[in-house]
């Protein structure tokens, strides 16, 4: 598995975790990782998680997820590394300039799925470890990968459940590579993500659709109620208008504030990138903060409604509005499951409509917070500021990272997201890559963190042995 090899993007079918046709390469891509890890010397164990069933009824197996052990000296701290191994679906007629399954080198960008997401993270960290291998092992490391990240994360939560009075049990920090820096050139840790509350609005009439001609001004048409409930979602501002949604977000505390003034964010690039004319906030301070801090509510789509070229004069019977609220800490996801209904099912009261509402939250995602001030931020600020001269971007995640929440619920760890790549490494998109110098100066800055969290770690624990003589 070299990264600086074909392979190390893989063949499309050997990491698209996505698509079932293409399972039994995810699971030859387990055992490369797992040969991988096994020649520097790591235990190694392969867990087989079964099978999961499709919605056509066919049973596939589950790629194993790899659990590793190096080094178990006990004055060393022990450090958990998780990463992925499968990609996103890619084609090179998408729009891709190389084939997305060849790693391509173009000035100094490493070009190919799964360079930044999240196959080079993963290589560097390896990387990193190999080195410390050859000379002498300052940590403890522990490995947890997976091939199915991109698909769900099927039976990781398990598996963490089952492992967590063993395999976690001599664990002291957890650290994800799998997200990227918030600028192209200045280094950040992750501290935090919202969570994602995912809503399905359904309005019916009847059981077939109607014309227009012969139906339109006589009924209560589906499609009128659902826009009216849509629309009473959010205002202009970006306001989410349920009652009481707001009541659990916490004040902004003057600390905060600062570490958003520090944060180095291009407002114009940003709009650049996006395409927009215009953004809701003017200040990149006010973007931020509704970027990760506050909850926002966005529209996705209407299931049901003509969406074709054409025109096609129909009252649909049924539609279904699909919305969702990335909440932020602190905001109960069964609360704001109640507040949504509560809304909807009182605007929709005041409308006198005899058709049928139903209201469900399909999918919950939890959000993620850790303290800044942990060794393992401390630790890995140094590191940072050891290898590219700057210290990091204190950032959080506008979007949902479920396996941070599930990793600090359920281990009862610090847990610290160290992205590699840069803003512009394209993650999901065509045209991913991350840069010759991310790759190598990534793999330097998890050595440099190594060093670090174990002195820090070290002066912990000899002032705590003090601290308890006394």
Same mark, same amino acid.
């Not at 049924?318 to 919305?323: L, N, S, T």
């Not at 809304?343 to 058709?355: A, D, I, Y």
């Given at each position: 598995?070299?990264?600086?090899? #074909?392979?190390?993007? +893989?063949?499309?079918? &050997?990491?698209?975790?996505?698509? #079932? ?35 056509? +009824?066919?049973?596939? #197996? ?68 190999? =080195? ?7 940590? $403890?490391? /522990? ?15 398990? @598996? ?18 799998? $997200? ?41 048409? %589906? ?9 009473? @979602? ?48 003017? =200040? ?21 409604? *003509? ?10 019977? /049924?539609?279904?509005?699909? *919305? ?21 099912? +009182?605007?929709?009261? /005041?409308?006198? &409509? ?12 939890? %959000? ?23 210290? #990091?971007?204190?950032?959080?995640? +506008? &979007?949902?990272? %479920? ?10 760890? &610090? ?28 793999? /330097?800055?998890?050595?440099? *963190? *190594? ?11 000899? =002032?705590?042995?003090?601290? =308890?003589?006394?």
């Amino acid at each position: 598995m070299d990264f600086h090899k #074909p392979d190390g993007c +893989g063949h499309p079918s &050997s990491i698209d975790s996505v698509q #079932p046709d293409f399972r039994k390469e995810v699971i030859r891509m387990m055992t490369l990782t797992a040969d991988r890890l096994a020649a520097l010397g790591a235990t190694v164990n392969s867990v087989n998680l079964g099978s999961h069933q499709l919605p056509d +009824g066919q049973d596939l #197996p589950l790629p194993p997820v790899i659990l590793g052990e190096l080094g178990k000296d006990p004055q060393n701290p022990t450090v958990c590394f998780y990463g992925h191994v499968d990609v996103q679906p890619a084609k090179k007629e998408d729009g891709w300039k190389t084939d997305p399954y060849t790693l391509t080198e173009i000035n100094g960008n490493l070009y190919g799925r799964g360079a930044t997401d999240n196959k080079g993270p993963v290589l560097a960290w390896i990387n990193a470890v190999e =080195t410390f291998r050859a000379l002498k092992l300052v940590v $403890n490391f /522990k490995f947890v990968i997976e091939g199915m990240e991109e698909a769900g994360s099927l039976g990781l939560e398990k @598996l963490l459940e089952e492992e967590n009075q063993c395999f976690f049990s001599d664990v002291d920090y957890i650290v994800i590579s799998d $997200n990227l820096w918030l600028s192209n050139k200045k280094p950040a840790l992750t501290y935090g993500s919202r969570g994602n509350a995912c809503f399905s609005v359904e309005v019916e009439c009847g059981d077939k659709d109607l014309h227009s001609g012969t139906f339109g001004g006589i009924i209560h048409e %589906p499609m009128t109620d659902l826009i009216a409930l849509l629309d009473s @979602l959010v205002d202009p501002t970006g306001r989410i208008q349920i009652p009481g949604i707001y009541d659990s977000v916490t004040a902004l505390t003057e600390e905060e504030r600062k570490l958003y003034e520090s944060i180095e964010f291009d407002l114009e690039e940003h709009k650049n990138n996006s395409g927009v004319k215009k953004f809701l906030y003017g =200040t990149k301070e006010e973007i931020l903060l509704h970027l990760w801090r506050y909850p926002s509510l966005s529209i996705h789509g209407i299931e049901g409604a *003509f969406h074709e070229p054409g025109i096609k004069t129909v009252i649909p019977a /049924k539609v279904i509005g699909k *919305f969702s609220i990335r909440q932020v800490p602190h905001m109960d996801l069964l609360v704001v499951k109640r507040q949504v209904v509560e809304h909807l099912e +009182g605007v929709f009261s /005041k409308r006198n &409509s005899p058709n049928k509402l139903k209201v469900s939250m399909p999918l919950g995602a939890k %959000p993620w917070l850790a303290d800044i001030n942990d060794p393992l931020f401390k630790a890995a600020r140094r590191a940072i500021k050891t290898v590219f001269g700057e210290d #990091p971007d204190f950032i959080r995640d +506008g &979007s949902t990272v %479920p396996v941070a929440r599930m990793f600090q619920t359920i281990t009862q760890k &610090s847990v610290m997201m160290f992205p590699i790549g840069a803003a512009d490494d394209g993650e999901h998109s065509q045209n991913e890559k991350i840069s010759r110098h991310n790759y190598i100066e990534g793999t /330097k800055v998890f050595a440099a *963190f *190594f060093l670090e969290i174990s002195k820090l770690h070290r002066h912990l624990h000899k =002032t705590s042995n003090m601290e =308890t003589n006394n």
